[in-house]
């Protein structure tokens, strides 16, 4: 079955330490997006990717670090340098062709607790 | 003012009852809206889109779009236990280049 894959679901990490979250998708999507939720409050958009090597800053980049080398995999780095990195992480994708209109695609999600 | 704004709830019908939540939104050209579902702990998962002003029914639930009023609402007739979660609004922009922005979402109780 096609689909986004999360991991780890469960992260703690120790303050000053950088973490990295991987997202693999077999949608054959070419867009992928990386969202914040913090309890009680909506998606926040971290940083998203169009094609292959390209990717652009969302609302709430600083801190974060991302790369896309395959269209398969968008893995998140949250870096020593975000304040408050306590969150659930959600990977996202859109079908090819529907950037402007499409839905998202979502992940089962990580969640990181900085302890 | 926000992009896309929600009543928090929480909201509290019930069973049986229709769920009415609510959604406005600031970009006078945005093209696409959505509704997800949203279980503690869980992932959203999409519900119910909207392109056109008017109504849009699939089953028990009913997407209503004005985009005049820059208004989005979603109604969950025959409302269920099983229907208690928080559902997101969310608003495709005009010029957001393919972002998708969310409102803070409204937690409707189904009381059985």
């Known amino acids: 079955d096609g689909g986004i894959t999360q991991s780890p679901k469960y992260l703690f990490r120790k303050e000053g330490q950088n973490v990295t979250l991987s997202c693999e998708q077999n949608l054959n999507h070419d867009a992928m997006y990386w969202y914040r939720q913090d309890p009680g409050q909506g998606l926040r958009l971290i940083y998203y990717s169009q094609i292959v090597n390209d990717f652009q800053k969302g609302d709430i980049a600083e801190g974060y670090s991302v790369s896309r080398e395959k269209k398969e995999s968008f893995p998140l780095t949250v870096t020593s340098a975000q304040k408050n990195p306590t969150a659930f992480y959600l990977c996202?994708?859109?079908?090819?062709?529907?950037?402007?209109?499409?839905?998202?695609?979502f992940g089962e999600g990580s969640r990181l607790t900085v302890l | 003012q926000k992009e896309v704004e929600q009543n928090s709830g929480p909201l509290s019908v019930p069973e049986g009852a229709i769920a009415s939540l609510n959604c406005t939104y600031s970009d006078r050209g945005s093209q696409s809206f959505f509704w997800y579902r949203q279980y503690s702990g869980k992932s959203p998962e999409l519900i119910m889109f909207i392109y056109s002003n008017g109504d849009k029914e699939d089953g028990r639930f009913t997407a209503q779009l004005n985009k005049a009023s820059q208004y989005v609402s979603l109604l969950i007739r025959d409302s269920q236990p099983s229907d208690s979660a928080t559902y997101l609004c969310a608003v495709k922009p005009y010029t957001g280049g393919f972002k998708t922005i969310f409102g803070a979402g409204t937690r409707l109780f189904v009381k059985a």
């Open positions: 996202a994708s859109i079908a090819s062709g529907r950037l402007d209109t499409g839905e998202l695609f």
